[in-house]
């Protein structure tokens, strides 16, 4: 396998205003096409900052990024927008869902961004929405969701294109169980479809999933454990109702 | 608790400083503009009272067929003074370019009531001719030009002695024909038919209040339609008429201004308060009731409000006499600041009433709400489904656009107040246009009642709505980036450019603009024609060129690209993680 993205280096730092703190600390990581990675560690140890510098959400203080062959630090912020668009799939523990627009709206936006019509793109969305149980609910507003419907949204969003990698930070962290068991289960159903998948979690479950777990602490990797292949993915409805 | 309730509105006024500042200025320049209205005449009484005293004014002017009968009225109870009776016929003035139809008066020594005041030469004509100085200045005549005076009896070539004024005479040509001073043998030569003069008394009353009922007697005293009066009253009224179509302007603007501004400070008002949602939780629970976290934000405005008023009021009063200078052509002196401190009323009550109620209805509902309520009402909805959305959604716009329109129509009174804003400052603008055409319609040369400061007024005025309307819509954009931000994070994490996400502020600002500056072409144009009839305008209204009105729209668009590119670009320069982390 070769690297779909790599670290090297990779250190942030927050200037508060007071003295410099450090988040980030000299990372190297490689994720290979096609791999799930989970990151954990206690909270404040740097999982979402790397993710962010990763996602290109955010600038490194040091540091290289690079995806497929392509530095990803060293790109403009409308190359970086155009890159996240084709390559990547982001899923937020907030959700981050537009208020304004509908939850079918929110999934179609990538599709539009991607040059899809309109009304592909919206049959698009009404199917992959309908995949992921909540058909019904692609008129609501986001507001109107539950935790767990807002996070199949946001899900979908991070799926539309069909990304090569998709992202989470702690995308199970603010659902209760049984929600955080259906989103687990369509993230792996995602990666049994071949897209590589980094997520950063406190979520054991979502750890035990994983090929391989990289822990981080203070701002450093201290570990990294490559896991049994994963199992057999169950999703929690019938993906073929046909 | 009052001073802690007064403590807590100061420390919100400090921590919102640019909000503060706008509010200030927005609600002291229409305060500003309300006392603009009342001062102006107020101001032009000042100079005129000087002249009727400098002039020993004629608390009764009488016009009567003979000057028997304007010898008798000299015996009238309660005359204390009056004048020789003063002949006057209609002659004609020739110039070398043009010639005026003109009322000569026929003087037989300086007259001891009404007499006219000298502004240059000398007012006693002597072989020459004296005109009143606002017909001298029409004409581009000064002393020492020579001019023709013909009548029935001949014509004489007569030089300029002076130029004069009276408190009873209007400005030239708003007062046509225009008023000369001869002495009787040259008025006796030109107009020998005695039959054709008119005869002027003028009468001082010891109880100048009583001028309208010696008016009375005068009038009844003679055969109907054959005598005219005019009291002190009167002369006052007539002359200070030069100010009513900028009195009918200015309140026009003023309207105008007075709905640009409560629009944008309803925008304003409604936004700080949905963004205080969380303080207002916050002083609840430390203890306060929802009457006194109201009494904060009331406070908060009254304060606001009551810098505003006083700078409002001072502007207003400064600017006055300068715009009351056309009503003082035919007055001695220049007008002065009446500065009448009832004014800081009249223009206070409106303006701090629209703020502290709009601040009160907003205020109130949010505190009646349990904190968990205020939050979730807080929150960004989709537009409701209707026509307008469905339509804006079926529009083969771009994804900026589309984003942008459907975030603007969530908050469609927002939306709403915007537009009407931009409408009205475009009508203003549509309404300067048709002002301007029709002053260039004007044959060339031709005497005009326009006083000289109209335009310089109107566009004065234009851009002061245009100031505020513009400085309001950076405020809106700046206001919508801050309640954005995170949605701009989430919309770049998606993929959009910085450009894209600059462009989803900016189209919809320029959507709007579109169909204000489209609607204010009909309105601008409609205020001109009721301005034009109601101020006495003749015939047909000449308006705008197609030419000149397409450019509103498109001159709206362009500028409110302007205004929100800046508070655009803020938006884009915030890094996405950064956005994110916005609650």
Redesign the interface.
Known sequence: MTALLEARGLSRTYDTGGAPVPALDGVDLAIERGEFVVVIGPSGCGKSTLLNLLAGLDRPSAGEVWLDGTRVDQLSETALARLRRRRLGFVFQFFNLLPTLTASENVELPLLLAGRRRRQARRTAHRMLDDLGIGDRADAAPSQLSGGQQQRVALARALANQPDLVMGDEPTGSLDSTSAGEVLGLMRAAHARGQTLLLATHDARVAAAADRVVTMRDGRVTRERAMQPSRPVTLPFDPDPA | MTLTLVRLAFAGLRSRLLATTLTVLLAGAAAGTLVLVLEVRDTGRDPWERTFAAAHGAHVLADLPTGEAAEALRSLDGVTESGEPQPQATLQLGTGTRDEPLLVAGLSGTPAVNRPIATSGTAEPGAGVVLERSLARVLGLEVGSRVVLSGPGGEEEIDVVGTAILPSQSRFPRSNPGVAWVERPVLERLQPDRSAWRWIEALRLGAPGSARAVADVVVRGAPPGTVSTATWQEQRDLALQEAAPLQLILSMYTVMLLAVVFAVVGVLVGARVLEQTREIGLLKAVGLTPRQVTAVFVIESAVLGLVAIVLGYAAGAALAPDLAGAMAETMVGAPTTAANPAHLVVAGVPVLLVLVVSTWVAARRRTRMSVFNAL?SG?????RRSLLTRAARAL?VG?PL??GV??FL?GRARAVLVTAAIALTGSAVVFALSMQAALDDRPAGEPSDVPAELPALVYSLDAVLLVVALTSLVAIALLSVRERL??F????????????VASTLVSPFAVLAGVAGIVSVPVGLGLFVVVYSVSGGEGDPVLAPWAWLVLVPVGTVLLVLLATSVPARVA?RS????A?RID
Do not use: N, S
Request: net charge positive; no cysteine; aromatic share 0%.
């Open positions: 979730q929150r960004a909805m989709p537009p083969p994804v589309h984003v459907r975030t969530a995170r949605d994070g989430i919309l770049k994490a998606v993929g959009l450019t910085p450009r894209q884009t890094p996405v993680a950064q994110l």
